[in-house]
């Protein structure tokens, strides 16, 4: 059984840094797609940032409202993927969840929330 548990999570001011953490059970990070996704108040979810499987190249992604600021990085032997962000901004608010793609179906983390005040 697949399972995805992310944390981190928390309220921050605007200019602080979170880091958010995916740890992965049943499935391997290292050799399957990554992804972070983030849905704000009345908002539809969004992808933030993605990491590609070693054998693809670990290549990443990152939405443009993030770019520069978020940084997505694999720990293969804790079989865990984080989300470091800085210069956090109120528009960030939202609950973040992680993702990975097996050949067969995608999953999904239960999320995290995340509040940057002003």
């Known amino acids: 059984q697949v399972q995805l548990v992310e944390s981190g999570g928390g309220l921050e001011q605007a200019g602080g840094s979170l880091r958010l953490s995916c740890a992965a059970s049943?499935?391997?990070?290292?050799?399957?797609?990554a992804n972070w996704y983030r849905q704000g108040p009345g908002k539809q979810r969004e992808l933030v940032a993605s990491?590609?499987?070693?054998?693809?190249?670990?290549?990443?992604n990152y939405a443009d409202s993030v770019k520069g600021r978020f940084t997505i990085s694999r720990d293969n032997a804790k079989n865990t993927v984080y989300l470091q962000m800085n210069s956090l901004k109120p528009e960030d608010t939202g609950v973040y969840y992680c993702?990975?793609?097996?050949?067969?179906?995608?999953?999904w983390g239960q999320g995290t929330q995340v509040n940057v005040s002003s």
């Open positions: 990491i590609a499987s070693m054998p693809s190249g670990s290549s990443r």
């Open positions: 993702n990975v793609s097996s050949p067969f179906t995608t999953y």
């Open positions: 049943g499935i391997i990070f290292s050799i399957n797609p």
